[in-house]
């Protein structure tokens, strides 16, 4: 008897719980809110990306293509993978 109550009652929680956030989440006000702050967000990220500065570019011959060929033809690498092991 005392453990239904006890299971009546936390299902009322439950439903009690979820009925009030889905009420707030749906309400004019946040809903408003919520557009207010995106309005807001996009003045900021337009107002904040119009003060960046221009970088000029110093990136010519950074990289450099090396193909590796040139210095080990005929020398190869030993292999140590099992050696890993002992």
């Known amino acids: 008897m005392f453990s239904n109550i006890v299971k009546l009652l936390a299902f009322i ?3 009690l719980f979820f009925t009030l956030v889905f009420n707030y989440y749906f309400s004019e006000k946040n809903l408003n809110r919520v557009i207010n702050q ?3 967000i996009q003045t900021k990220m337009i107002k904040n990306t119009s003060d960046l500065p221009i ?3 110093n990136t010519k011959d950074v990289i450099e293509f090396n193909s ?3 210095n080990n ?3 190869r ?3 140590s993978f099992w ?3 002992k």
């Open 13 to 15: 929680i439950f439903l």
């Open 38 to 40: 995106r309005e807001n």
């Open 55 to 57: 970088l000029r570019n």
């Open 68 to 70: 590796g060929f040139k």
């Open 73 to 75: 033809d005929n020398e």
């Open 77 to 79: 690498l030993k292999r």
């Open 83 to 85: 050696e890993l092991f």
